[in-house]
């Protein structure tokens, strides 16, 4: 390939690179047609995209020859919006795991995501209520695709998280092996609709990727994921894959968090992030950090005990929660803690405020002036200005107006504010 690269000096200069070469070999394209082409004025990329589309199409790529012909391709045919009924979408598990499509669990190393799964298992086994729902329902059937535990650890887990064991199927590390929803996926959609699980747990997704998909690119990665999806409707189940976790830092989205290409969680409709409770070594948290059908689910608490899922209530920690953490190179709880202190600061600073104001005439400090009545911390350690900016829709909300503005006292003039009680007086009335 190298050798043949090295032949197109001319074409190298108009943008041809070597990966281009491979791709275009790949697909099919001889190698005198790209120079051909090349010289008629068509763009590598524009290249590309002909031998793709030709590929998708099932077209040949090579010219054809003296007397062939080509079938031109038929075009699908798309139907009026009103053909379509309106949208049903239900969950097995509302708002976290919709039936017919699949979710995403991303979890570190060690968090316990195989436990959680099972104590989701055992719920829907038995047709007990998962956190946040509240009826008693039929067990259903499960089936769970591990690569990584046997199916005596998973039994165990089932067992302690009160799973109905019959109503589990499992196929383990062992049993799994060359199982892929790529390179084998026939085998893979009959294997879920001989069990009509509820629920298919794949663990974790990427051992059945298989070896001829790129785990990094959109345009690999997509048409795997229509399939799954489809098969989930077709099976009128929903589908839990778990991912492990990317070590980058997620910054302004926590979906990043998830191996592979960011494609895997673009197309998923429901996604959720486990980790650990910082104020205890045995609970971990579980945040809904994507819903398409849905309003965010809370985050759900649970405990490890003796290897079940005890489930322990809910969390404060949110998807925002866990993006500002990771901008601030911070934890959840460090967040939180802030998050309480600040608004206890902010709520001492509007009762001050509003036990000062006059509902007849604005009343009028300086900075220094209401230090002094109320304590050098009032405005929290931040600059006066900033500190009344972030309280001044709460106190409009209340029926107060405040306005910073330079006040007079002792015949001089300071930074300040004036504060006057709203709700009862017109508009007019307003001294500003």
């Known amino acids: ?14 943008g041809l690179t070597e990966d281009d070469l491979a791709e275009l070999t790949k697909l099919g394209v001889p190698l005198a047609d790209i120079r051909e082409y090349m010289r008629d004025g068509k763009t590598v990329k524009e290249i590309l995209a002909m031998a793709r589309e030709l590929q998708a199409r099932g077209l040949p790529i090579k010219d054809p020859e003296p007397g062939e012909q080509r079938t031109a391709p038929k075009g699908r045919t798309a139907k009026p919006a009103s053909a379509f009924g309106e949208d049903n979408t239900k969950f097995l598990w509302h708002p976290y795991l919709p039936i017919g499509d699949y979710s995403v669990m991303m979890a570190d190393g060690g968090t316990g995501k195989t436990i959680l799964c099972c104590g989701i298992a055992a719920a829907v086994s038995t047709g007990t209520p998962l956190p946040g729902e509240t ?6 059937r499960v089936l769970i695709i591990s690569a990584e535990d046997s199916g005596e650890i998973l039994r165990k887990r089932l067992a302690r998280s009160g799973a109905d064991l019959d109503r589990v199927m499992i196929l383990d590390c062992s049993d799994s092996l060359g199982m892929s929803f790529s390179d084998a996926y026939d085998e893979f959609e009959a294997t879920i609709k001989a069990y009509s699980p509820a629920l298919v747990i794949v663990d974790p997704w990427h051992a059945f990727l298989g070896a001829g998909v790129d785990i990094n690119r959109v345009n690999a990665l997509r048409p795997v994921f229509q399939k799954l999806s489809h098969l989930a409707k077709k099976c009128q189940c929903a589908m839990i894959l778990v991912s492990h976790v990317n070590k980058r830092a997620q ?6 968090a998830a191996t592979g290409s960011s494609d895997f969680i673009n197309a998923s409709r429901s996604a959720f992030r486990v980790i650990f409770d910082d104020g205890d070594e045995d609970c971990r948290v579980m945040v809904h950090t994507k819903t ?5 689910g809370k985050s759900i608490r649970y405990r490890i005990d003796d290897g079940g899922v005890v489930w322990d209530g809910f969390s404060e920690i949110t998807k925002q929660t866990l993006e500002t953490a990771a901008r ?3 934890t959840p709880w460090e967040i939180i803690q802030g998050d309480k202190e600040h608004n206890a600061v902010n709520n001492a600073l509007i009762e001050a405020l509003e036990d000062s104001a006059n509902q007849f005439v604005a009343t009028r ?7 002094g009545i109320h304590g050098d911390l009032i405005f929290g350690g931040s600059q006066p200005k900033r500190a009344l900016d972030a309280v001044k829709a709460r106190l409009a909300d209340d029926g107060y107006f405040l306005k910073v503005c330079a006040v007079k006292k002792n015949g001089k003039t300071a930074n300040g504010f004036m504060v006057q009680r709203v709700d009862t007086a017109e508009p007019e009335q307003l001294e500003v």
């Open 292 to 296: 398409n059908y849905a309003a965010y």
């Open 328 to 330: 601030r190179r911070s």
């Open 251 to 256: 910054g302004d989205n926590a979906n990043n």
């Open 1 to 14: 390939m190298r050798e043949d690269f090295e032949q197109y000096a001319g074409e190298v200069q108009r």
């Open 365 to 371: 400090y300086s900075y220094e002036e209401f230090k």
């Open 135 to 140: 009826l008693q329902g039929e067990g259903e």
